[in-house]
């Protein structure tokens, strides 16, 4: 039986398609479509209920090492304000999950990891407590909404002081802001290339937030978008997603995320598998469709006659008017500008090997 | 829903205009286009095929789903619908205006349906 986010009332008002989504009923799109929500986060702004997102609260003079032991990344040194972006892995140097994390105090951070893996991420981070660590799931007590695109600035300055917005991407104002009465955590974050906000406030506060964001952004033709949008905007920014780019069994170097995994870190699950395996075997890279037709994610990649890999998401980019996909191929098979055919439904499709970065704010 | 009640209805989803005793044009209906949302490609066959009865002749693609087109009637395409290759999105503008093929020599015919069925058949799909 799925769950229900605090704005599930607000979706079906709204004439959401709600569909069943890592445990949750969201709306995949609203009327107005994917394309022109996905648009609306390019060119305007857009909001998302992301609520479904679980949050979990670690606290305690041994938070930090916890963190450091259980993520990739490497949070020494990070001032209260900051964001940063990890993966974490498993024994094998397989990815778990990838997650965010804040350090919302001197000994607390809040890790925001993935619907889909709540439980399993859960359950591994609470095993890989180092002592002194409190870990609390929020997860059900917490609304959170995602303002995107180019003129949430506008929307969110009508709400609050300019001097209480987050100015840098990946920072947030330590505290709580308080939006027309809903004290709230706003970070410079999001999931879809565009400049933006996440705002998480209490369950009971979700209503009264996004209405609020609704009426304010208006006037900034902001629209409510869903899943649908979300994953093409994602997939456009060339951002991985759980599941697709990374798995259990895909490295986090191989998912093209040497940046978040501080190899010269002393220790963190997985590193030591990492180093047995040496140079990555795999290496994501971006297609674009040169020829007719949309490359979909599980389709073979072949360079002349052979399979050097296979796509892991893939769709048609609303804002570049492309059919851009992500792939996973042996590394050193290809060269960026080189051709390559992925099979989509038994036919050819020729593709360009790209940055898979397509789209750029 | 939009169901005109000239046309004639294949339960999946196609709508058929007869324009001959033996010639017919072939669209997708309303409830199809809305539920697959904004579509972004189309694979029609080419000119000379032979369509049969039940049997898929192209597919639909939105930005979230591929999906077959199947053909209510056995023939031989007499003509594409070219803008649609440009622009997909007719489909999603005016369906009953963006036929996908027309279909010459026909032989065998679908049970099809009259709107008031295709709409009840609908329901019970919902």
């Given amino acids: 039986m799925e769950k229900k986010t605090p704005l599930y009332d607000q979706h079906v008002a709204l004439g959401g398609k709600i569909v069943p989504f890592a445990g949750y009923l969201l709306p995949v799109e609203y009327p107005t479509g994917v394309i022109a929500e996905h648009n609306a986060v390019r060119e305007g702004c857009g909001l998302f209920d992301v609520s479904h997102m679980a949050e979990l609260l670690f606290e305690g003079p041994g938070a930090l090492a916890s963190l450091n032991h259980i993520i990739t990344n490497d949070l020494t040194g990070m001032a209260v304000g900051r964001v940063r972006y990890s993966a974490m892995c498993n024994e094998n140097g397989g990815v778990v999950d990838d997650l965010i994390v804040y350090r919302v105090a001197e000994n607390a951070y809040l890790a925001v990891v993935n619907a889909a893996n709540h439980e399993k991420d859960a359950a591994h981070m609470r095993a890989n407590l180092l002592p002194d660590t409190v870990m609390t799931d929020l997860s059900e007590q917490t609304a959170q909404v995602a303002l995107q695109g180019p003129k949430a600035k506008e929307v969110l300055a009508s709400l609050i002081p300019a001097e209480l917005a987050p100015k840098k991407y990946y920072t947030f104002t330590p505290g709580k802001v308080n939006v027309g009465g809903v004290d709230c955590l706003i970070s410079r974050t999001g999931y879809t290339g565009s400049f933006g906000y996440e705002l998480y406030c209490a369950a009971e506060d979700g209503v009264k937030l996004w209405n609020l964001l609704l009426e304010a952004g208006k006037e900034y033709g902001l629209i409510p978008c869903g899943l649908g949008a979300r994953d093409t905007l994602r997939l456009e920014a060339g951002m991985p997603l759980y599941g697709h780019e990374m798995t259990d069994d895909i490295s986090p170097l191989e998912a093209g995320l040497e940046w978040a995994v501080k190899m010269d870190k002393p220790e963190f699950i997985g590193k030591q598998a990492l180093l047995d395996k040496g140079t990555p075997a795999r290496k994501r890279i971006g297609l674009k469709a040169i020829g007719r037709g949309i490359i979909r994610e599980h389709q073979e990649v072949m360079k002349g006659d052979v399979q050097i890999g296979m796509t892991t998401s893939g769709t048609f980019c609303p804002y570049l008017k492309q059919s851009c996909a992500m792939a996973l191929v042996e590394n050193g098979s290809v060269e960026l500008g080189d051709h390559v055919d992925v099979i989509v439904r038994g036919r050819k499709v020729e593709a360009e090997v790209t940055e898979y970065m397509f789209y750029k704010a | ?126």
């Fill in chain 2, 1 to 126: 829903m939009n169901t005109p009640a000239n046309l004639k209805y294949s339960k999946s989803h196609e709508w058929v205009k007869m324009t001959g005793e033996n010639t017919a044009e072939i669209g997708l209906t309303d409830f199809a286009q809305d539920s697959m949302g904004d579509i972004v490609f189309v694979e029609l066959p080419e000119v000379g095929d032979a369509v049969t009865a039940g049997e898929s002749f192209g597919n639909l693609e939105s930005v979230k789903a591929v999906s077959d087109v199947f053909s209510p009637v056995t023939g031989v395409v007499t003509e594409i619908n070219e803008e649609l290759l440009d622009n997909p999105a007719l489909i999603n503008e005016s369906c009953y205006d963006a036929w996908m093929i027309r279909v010459g020599e026909i032989t065998e015919t679908e049970n099809l349906l009259t709107g008031d069925e295709y709409d009840a058949s609908c329901q019970e799909e919902a």
